[in-house]
Nanobody, 125 residues
């Protein structure tokens, strides 16, 4: 079982930056997908960014050019650098893992078997 714990959420003004971190309890193995998702009140959970074991990344159109996902394989930490934040980025942010040798990564929440408890990001206008 993989355990995930997010940190770094905060209240920030529009245009500001935040860096979210997700501690991964054990090595993700050779084949994996790690992703960041977010959920705003009254809305469905949506994918923000994901990274695979080869370092290939993909971003939602709404965050492309502003957010960067990365993974530290030594520290087993997943990060999300968020710049130029907008009020519409306000949400609970979750990291998630699929460590069962996925063929490809996606933004489907059902693909991911392990989830953190979430960290709140609030962007004021």
């Amino acid at each position: 079982e993989v355990q995930l714990m997010e940190s770094g959420g905060d209240l920030v003004q529009a245009g500001g930056s935040l860096r979210l971190s997700c501690a991964v309890s054990k090595s993700s193995g050779d084949d994996y997908c790690l992703g960041w998702f977010r959920q705003a009140p009254g809305k469905e959970r949506e994918g923000v960014a994901h990274i695979d074991s080869n370092g290939l990344t993909k971003y939602a159109d709404s965050v492309k050019g502003r957010f960067t996902i990365s993974k530290d394989n030594v520290e087993n930490t997943l990060s999300l650098q968020m710049n130029s934040l907008k009020p519409e980025d306000t949400a609970m942010y979750y990291c998630a893992a699929d460590s069962e040798k996925p063929i490809y990564c996606s933004f489907r929440p059902s693909q991911y078997h392990y989830w953190g408890q979430g960290t709140q990001v609030t962007v004021s206008s």
